[in-house]
Structures are given as C-alpha cells and as structure tokens.
C-alpha cells in the first residue's frame, strides 16, 4: 500500500488562493483530488490521467481549480482560485492505475490515498 503525503491546506477568507500538494507513486498513475464535508459523501474534485494524459474537473471547481504535476510527474498539484465558504472541507489526494475515462470520478477507482488536509474558507 502506498500511502500519499498532502500539504497545504489552511484556513482562507472568500475570493482568496490555496495550492494544495501530494506526492505521489509515478508518472504512470492517475492522481486525483476529492473532498469531503461533514455530514456529505465524498465527491470528485479534479483529476489528471498518468504520462501527461488529459485533467477533469467537477462543474463546481471549472473554471476556479487547476490541477497540474510536476516535470517528473510524480507531485500533482491543486490550485485553487477564488475560494467560496463551500469548497470547505477535508480534501483527499488519490492515485490509482488503470483507471478508465469513465471511472475518473468513482473514489473506488483508486487505490492509494492521502490523509486528508483540511481547507476552510470562512469570512
């Protein structure tokens, strides 16, 4: 099992940016980002296919989130913009191989997780 290390959540006010890190297993696998609030499932947030493949992102975060990685491809990176109160919750990375397209957004499609970093966006 390999365990993915998180950084970077914090606490923010509306409108401002947090970049949020996760090392991950290599460049071959699918990173992906999800959240989780209290009391609600959790949900996709953004995803980038292995060997520099094509990013997916959940309608709620288009536009406001970035996924990326780095040249080695093995840190993904999530960017996120203009923060609103509900993009509060504990944000997980994931990886996993061999995920197909349609599979992208299922939490049970990947293997390997972070532990969670919280993000709060509060005024």
């Known amino acids: 099992q390999v365990q993915l290390v998180e950084s970077g959540g914090g606490l923010v006010r509306p409108g401002e940016s947090l970049r949020l890190s996760c090392v991950g297993p290599g460049r071959t696998y699918t990173m992906g980002w999800f959240r989780q609030a209290p009391g609600k499932e959790r949900e996709f947030v953004a995803a980038s296919r292995g060997n520099g493949g094509t990013t997916h992102y959940a309608e709620s975060v288009q536009g406001r989130f970035t996924i990326s990685r780095d040249r080695t491809k093995t840190t993904a990176y999530l960017q996120m913009n203009s923060l609103m109160p509900e993009d509060t919750a504990i944000y997980y990375c994931?990886?996993?191989?061999?995920?197909?397209?349609?599979?992208?957004?299922?939490?049970?499609?990947?293997?390997?997780w972070g532990q969670g970093t919280q993000v709060t966006v509060s005024s």
């Open positions: 994931a990886a996993g191989n061999t995920i197909i397209l349609s599979s992208l957004r299922r939490p049970d499609a990947y293997h390997h």
